[in-house]
């Protein structure tokens, strides 16, 4: 067969085919307008391809008779797709198809009455090509005068088609897109045509190819751009099978074509080469068949087929991922993907300030100033259980009348046509809003179903993503303080220094001093909180500059990148100053002591690598507590070796003991010798407290503490104006308050003796009473500290049996007679009867200092 | 100046344009529930709801108010953060309180930019006009108003109206710069006004009355909106005849109308009844507003052979109720302003206590059945804020559970007792009164004047004056003081003279009472007169004082 017959043939046969085929489909289904018109096309388009073929195999009643139907489809098709192009664009003016149809309706008369074609019929003749023998078929037509009427008509109304669908362009609700599709379909209906005037070319079916290729793309705009859901109209199967039908009969007529050709040949071979022929051409259609599926999804399933691989891809994506942005940028990258929205945006909660704000958006160079607050409308609408919101309720929903114009003009202008929430369980975590798409079609429910869905899975994502995040925080945060933790700080220190290179870093090590004697006295409640305002001072000052973390216990470090000695020492200074100035001016004087020092080291200048850093900030940090504390010390290598000679000096445990003895003598002495009247006060309180502490059968190192407390306990009296200790009358209620201070006085004085810190908890607590009523802190029973009861007995009773200015001494029995009086109220009850027996039993002998014998 | 209307109405026409555009698409495909939705959903809201647009609109409101040299000057400097604490720092106020920022037009010092200033008589009489801007946004929300209110008026049920664009519409309301002069402007639906816009803004008020009536009968009418005193006038002039009088041209008519006039004459002379306006037009909606509304519904009907759907607005409020297909009560749009109500008890302390601050309510603390004076602040960059309108309203009901409506209901009453307002046309204040004495020269003592009704329910001004002696003794008597002060009411109030040219009612009646009676009642009881409609117990009590002439009149 000649590829001439071939093609005279195979168009005519397929796109029968294919229009019966299609029309079955299409009558199964729920029909819209578009459709029915369509369908009107269709079988027009039979009526001119069926009439075609049964002219070429001259069936009777004869091929004029064919021939003049064929005209009839030939001449009805352009004008019924003028009718559809006039619906699918909503701009049907009905004179004009009035008019359109009439001439149409004469062309047909025309052409029945015989003045188009006179005279048809086919000729058939053999033709000898290549020394071979071929049946060629040809038709042969005569015209008439009615001919230049039907062609003027028919080119008439394919201008006019053509003209309405450029028009179509400018309605609001047709998308080039779809227009496209049409008008390159119509354009080719309109060549075919046009060259079909043309007798050498006119003898082939061109204008049923072109009118063929136009039904194509109509059906291809008619899917594609949604004009009605396929899903509704034919199940896959059936769209695959109709493929695969066209391909059979494709392939049937190849494999026939073949055996025609062969059977001018040696006849023996025939039946073998078709068949191998058959199983060749077989094995070339297989992936055809599987690109056919292919095509199929993606013509005619496009959307469904783009939202399938978005939903495989966002659910293999956010499956097991927990960080945050990763989860937003799948998330729009699959919206986009699925949806082709001009562009996407996901706006996050921010808790603090009570606003959506944008986290992520599908433009990688424009960021939208967007945020809607809490009391917006469309968050209430979401916090009432609706799932998605378009722009058409926004504007008519008496619900969102509240919406202010400035949120409605910036919604607009960023073209928002879809919101989606994403939430938490019932909470509205996020919004995920969507612009136009792409080819301007509106949002249908399947689009909204698949954003729904995201939109909840991105939810749990979130949700998950959230618990990981808040998890891994909390491991590396000390939970106290919520700074980051000795582990987070390790890694940091590691990362910085590789991140640095040569680049400098600094790093603080902070020490709180006497901290553990701030929890001795005011427990670790107290102690806690004292790690928090620090914790807060240093998150204040260090901001973004660095990385505080709590190192352990009352020690702080702060890694500061980028920060030289000098910069890092001014930071230091500033942050020591702070927390002296944060201490001493709280309003319980007694935690004024509260003061830090501090270490700073520098990498790479002062320490090669981070074990170095570390230790020699911490060098640094113990030089300034040796050297009075409440300092910042910088590290140097001589501070090295004046720390080696100092550790060596304390090598020997409590080898400067003596020298401290020492001190503690003579600041007695000072006290005794400014308060002349209670001359050997401390040295008797002293005296009693020991004997008293022995009977209680303390450790020895206990009693030696109440005996260097009681030693110290006044010490601060040192402080207070000579006029007001010497006073012969009754203390005004302000020279009494000054007298008080002498207990934060001592403190003050005690903490820059060295190793005698541990007496402070004593001294400072000898004039609390036992029912709460004392000061400075008004502990009361057991959470005043013994050595501290014992001090407070010893005190009062060397006060009571001592002349003092403004009386003269109590006899012992009176003196003990008050103390049994404030046994329970003043003093510990145990503890007082045991001095009271003491006394009486002459084991604490009054008169005269050296008969009390003082047990070490 | 004639170059800026030009280019706010060119502005209002591309705003709405493009609406229309859209809505009458929409009408097209037959998305009537969608319009419905869009117009009248507000009357699905629930009182919670309908509070929270309020609020939230009023922190929009606030936040624009706080930043411009108006709100600073309204609310004394302060910049209140919630709408408690403006209700709480802000005083009520009167339109005195912004002519010096308004009268000028100075749009720097309002809240956001005015799109067109509209303007109505000052009824105070202290400047010829008051002016109020009106935003963009406000324009839009008086236009959804309307839309929302066309819709209602053809309605029959909840959801089921018969108004789908292009029906002749028989426009009987003022002109640009008067507020319902913006309706032709700004509807976002095409219908065919009678006369046409540009025509109607070239003629006078009864011009354009014949005009639209003219139009009618050649091309039928679909919709009417008018004052509902001339609604009821026409209707009457058509029973009486002179309503046709040589107006009809058949020539012109279309046949459907010829049709229809033929018919209703061949009815007419069957049954030896009239022709009334409901035989030659079916009406798909009626719209009245006005002071006499009420009193004039039932007479209306009958005549129109449809009840009128009565719509409330006013210059510094814009449009914002409207009633529902039950039409048995006003219903207030969410979101044109922020309603406070003062109770009847409370402006009537005020009324004798001027110096007393009256307390407001909002919408979700009324009692049916009281009546109180409404107070709103503009939304939108409006100018006003806390403004006593002087409108009276009784709340009928809650909400009503047959129409399924859950938000109040309510009839207007009046104006504030200061203020008598005479068939929508002219509003008489106690300053409108004593200028028209005083120029008149007439020696009248004293005066005090209430709003009357006559049978029909037309309402009317009646004087009662006590002469003075001078007056007395020229033979003064109640027809010279009409007649002089008909002459100067004319002359001051230009309304005044168009209620007699077009209702054909005699707007002043005068009744004279004995001179001291006035001072007696002071006397009496302790207290002054109210010279504008004293109370129902006062009026009876002067007039036992002044005898019994005086209380014949009244009764």
């Known amino acids: 067969m000649l590829p001439s017959q071939i093609f005279f043939w195979g168009v005519p046969v397929v796109a029968l085919a294919s229009y019966c085929l299609l029309l079955l489909v299409l009558s199964l289904t729920q029909k819209d307008k578009h459709i029915k018109i369509f369908m009107l096309v269709l079988v027009a388009m039979i009526v001119w391809t069926a009439a075609a073929l049964l002219m070429k195999l001259e069936i009777a009643p004869g091929v004029l008779f064919w021939n003049r139907v064929m005209v009839v489809g030939t001449l009805a098709t352009p004008f019924i797709i003028y009718i559809f192009v006039s619906v699918f664009t909503d701009t049907t003016n009905r004179l004009f198809m009035g008019l359109l149809g009439l001439l149409t309706g004469t062309a047909i008369v025309l052409n029945l009455l015989g003045y188009v074609i006179t005279d048809a019929s086919i000729v058939k003749q053999l033709v000898v090509v290549d020394g071979r023998t071929y049946n060629t078929v040809e038709f042969v037509y005569q015209i008439g005068f009615g001919v230049y009427f039907a062609y003027a008509t028919s080119f008439l109304v394919?201008?006019?088609?053509?003209?309405?669908?450029?028009?179509?362009?400018?309605?609001?609700?047709?998308?080039?897109?779809?227009?496209k599709m049409l008008a390159v379909g119509l354009m080719i209906l309109f060549l075919g045509s046009l060259v079909n005037l043309v007798p050498a070319i006119g003898k082939y079916p061109v204008d049923i190819l072109a009118c063929f290729i136009n039904s194509l793309l109509i059906v291809v705009a008619i899917f594609k751009y949604r004009m009605l859901e396929l899903k509704f109209v034919v199940t896959k199967g059936l769209a695959y099978s109709t493929f695969a039908i066209i391909l059979t009969l494709f392939y049937i007529y190849l494999v026939v074509a073949i055996h025609e050709n062969l059977a001018a040949g040696n006849q023996r071979f025939v039946p073998y080469i078709t068949a191998l022929a058959a199983m060749a051409i077989a094995f070339l259609f297989q992936p055809l068949y599987k690109q056919t599926g292919k095509l199929v999804d993606k013509l005619f399933y496009r959307a469904e087929y783009m939202r399938r691989q978005a939903l495989r891809s966002f659910s293999h994506v956010i499956s097991n991922n927990l960080d945050l942005h990763s989860i937003a940028n799948q998330l729009i990258e699959s919206v986009q993907k699925a949806i082709r929205a001009n562009s996407v945006m996901m706006l996050m909660k921010d808790e603090e300030r009570g606003i959506y704000q944008i986290f992520h958006n599908s433009s990688q160079i424009f960021r939208p100033d967007l945020s809607i607050p809490n009391d917006n409308p469309i968050v209430l609408w979401f916090e009432s259980d609706h799932s998605s919101l378009s722009r058409q309720e926004m504007n008519s929903l008496p619900f969102f009348k509240s919406m202010w114009d400035k949120e409605k003009k910036t919604l607009d202008e960023l073209g928002i046509e879809v919101i989606i929430p994403i939430k938490s369980r019932s909470e509205v975590i996020g919004l995920l809003m969507l612009s136009r798409k792409n080819n301007n079609t509106a949002y249908n429910v399947d689009d909204i179903d698949l954003l729904t869905y995201l939109g909840a899975s991105t939810g749990v994502a979130i949700d998950n993503a959230r618990l990981y995040s808040r998890s891994q925080s909390e491991a590396m945060t000390d939970s106290l303080t919520k700074l980051r933790n000795h582990r987070y700080f390790h890694r940091a220190l590691q990362e910085q220094i590789e991140k640095l290179g040569s680049g400098e870093l600094s790093l603080l090590m902070i020490d709180l001093d006497l901290f553990k004697l701030f929890n001795d006295l005011y427990g670790h409640v107290e102690g806690d909180n004292a790690l928090e305002t620090v914790a807060a001072i240093l998150t204040r000052n260090v901001g973004q500059k660095g990385i505080v973390c709590r190192y352990g216990g009352e020690e702080f470090t702060v890694l500061l990148p980028r920060y030289d000695t000098k910069m890092a020492f001014d930071l230091?200074?500033?942050?020591?100053?702070?927390?002296?100035?944060?201490?001493?001016?709280?309003?319980?004087?007694?935690?004024?002591?509260?003061?830090?020092?501090?270490?700073?080291?520098?990498y790479p200048y002062a320490a090669p690598n981070t074990e170095e850093l570390l230790k020699r900030a911490d060098i640094a940090m113990y030089t300034a507590k040796n050297s009075g504390k409440n300092k910042t010390v910088i590290y140097t290598p001589e501070i090295r070796m004046s720390e080696s000679s100092l550790q060596g000096r304390m090598g020997a445990s409590g080898a400067m003991k003596p020298n401290f003895a020492a001190t503690i003598y003579a600041l007695t002495a000072a006290i005794d010798a400014k308060d002349h009247y209670t001359f050997g006060h401390s040295q008797k309180v002293a005296e009693y407290a020991t004997v008293l502490a022995s009977k209680l059968s303390l450790d020895k190192s206990h009693i030696e503490l109440i005996h260097e407390a009681a030693l110290l306990h006044d010490i601060g009296k040192i402080g207070i104006p000579e006029h007001i200790l010497t006073k012969t009358g009754r203390l005004t209620n302000e020279e009494f308050e000054i007298v008080k201070q002498h207990v934060e006085m001592s403190i003050t004085i005690i903490k820059h003796l060295p190793s005698m810190n541990h007496v402070i908890p004593a001294v400072i607590g000898h004039h609390e009473r036992w029912d709460g009523k004392g000061y400075p802190r008004g502990l009361r029973c057991e959470n005043i500290p013994l050595a501290a009861r014992c001090l407070a007995i010893a005190d009062a009773f060397d006060a009571m049996t001592s002349n003092r200015p403004?009386?003269?001494s109590l006899t012992v029995n009176a003196a003990l007679a008050e103390i049994e009086n404030n046994v329970g109220t003043q003093f510990d009850p145990l503890l007082a009867n045991i001095f009271v027996k003491l006394v009486r039993d002459g084991v604490i002998k009054v008169d005269g200092h050296s008969s009390i014998k003082v047990v070490v | 100046m004639v170059l800026r209307c030009l280019v706010v109405v060119w502005h209002m026409d591309m705003m709405c344009g493009g609406t229309a555009v859209n809505l009458e698409e929409r009408f097209r495909k037959k998305q009537y529930d969608h319009i419905w939705q869009e117009y009248c959903?507000?009357?699905?809201?629930?009182?919670?709801?309908?509070?929270d647009i309020q609020n939230r609109l009023m922190l929009e409101q606030l936040e624009l108010y706080s930043n411009c040299e108006l709100g600073a000057h309204i609310m004394k400097?302060?910049?209140?953060?919630?709408?408690?604490?403006?209700?709480?720092?802000v005083p009520l106020t009167t339109y005195e309180d912004y002519a010096g920022l308004l009268l000028p037009k100075n749009d720097s010092a309002l809240p956001a930019k005015p799109l067109v200033w509209i303007e109505t008589t000052w009824e105070g009489a202290l400047n010829p006009v008051k002016v109020a801007p009106y935003t963009e946004g406000m324009v839009k929300n008086y236009a959804n108003a309307i839309m929302a209110a066309l819709i209602l008026i053809t309605s029959s049920a909840r959801g089921e109206f018969s108004l789908r664009g292009g029906e002749n519409f028989l426009y009987g309301m003022a002109p640009l710069p008067y507020l319902t002069g913006l309706i032709p402007r700004v509807l976002p639906l095409s219908v065919n006004?009678?006369?046409?816009?540009?025509?109607?803004?070239?003629?006078?008020?009864r011009e354009r009355s014949k005009t639209g009536l003219q139009m009618g009968i050649q091309k039928g009418v679909d919709i009417f909106f008018g004052l509902s005193s001339i609604v009821a006038k026409m209707g009457e002039s058509f029973t009486s005849g002179s309503g046709l009088s040589g107006g009809i041209r058949f020539t012109r008519n279309s046949p459907r109308m010829n049709s229809r006039l033929l018919?209703?004459?061949?009815?007419s002379k069957q049954e030896g009844t009239p022709i009334r306006p409901k035989d030659i037009w079916n009406l798909k909606g009626l719209a009245i507003t006005g002071t006499d509304s009420a009193s004039l519904k039932s007479k209306i009907e009958e005549y129109w052979g449809i009840r009128p759907a009565e719509l409330f607005g006013g210059t510094e409020s814009g449009c914002i109720a409207v009633e529902t297909w039950a039409k048995n009560g006003l219903v207030f749009f969410p979101d044109m302003d922020f309603y406070e109500f003062i109770p009847k008890e409370e402006f009537d302390k005020n009324l004798d206590d001027p110096n007393y601050k009256p307390n407001t309510y909002l919408m979700n603390e009324l009692v049916a059945g009281n009546q109180y004076e409404l107070v709103i602040s503009s939304f939108k960059g409006g100018a006003f804020a806390r403004y006593r309108t002087g409108d009276i309203f009784r709340c009928t009901s809650i909400h009503n559970k047959e129409a399924n409506v859950l938000l109040p209901h309510f009839e207007y009453i009046d104006r504030y007792p200061t203020i008598i307002d005479i068939a929508g046309f002219t509003r008489i204040t106690r300053d409108t009164i004593s200028q028209a004495i005083r120029i008149s020269n007439l020696d009248i003592h004293d005066w005090f004047a209430i709003k009357d009704v006559t049978e029909e329910n037309r309402s009317f001004l009646h004087l009662y004056v006590e002469a003075g002696l001078e007056g007395m003794r020229a033979g003064i008597n109640p027809d010279i003081i009409r007649e002089h002060l008909s002459i100067y009411f004319r002359h001051i109030d230009s309304d005044y003279k168009d209620l007699k040219a077009l209702l054909g009612i005699e707007p002043l009646k005068v009744t004279m009472i004995p001179r001291g009676s006035i001072e007696q009642f002071a006397a009496t009881f302790g207290r002054d007169l109210r010279r504008m409609n004293p109370s129902h117990y006062d009026l009876v009590e002067i007039l036992k004082i002044a005898g019994d002439s005086a209380r014949r009149e009244v009764s």
């Open chain 2, 41 to 51: 959903g507000f009357l699905d809201l629930t009182m919670p709801l309908f509070m």
């Open chain 1, 158 to 179: 394919m201008i006019a088609v053509i003209i309405k669908t450029f028009r179509g362009r400018k309605s609001s609700h047709v998308s080039y897109g779809q227009i």
């Open chain 2, 193 to 205: 006004f009678m006369p046409s816009i540009d025509e109607a803004e070239s003629l006078s008020f």
């Open chain 2, 263 to 267: 018919k209703a004459w061949l009815n």
């Open chain 1, 572 to 602: 230091a200074e500033k942050i020591r100053m702070d927390i002296e100035k944060t201490f001493f001016s709280m309003n319980d004087v007694t935690q004024r002591f509260l003061t830090a020092s501090i270490g700073v080291c520098t």
């Open chain 2, 77 to 89: 400097g302060k910049k209140p953060s919630s709408v408690a604490e403006f209700r709480k720092v």
């Open chain 1, 806 to 808: 403004y009386r003269k």
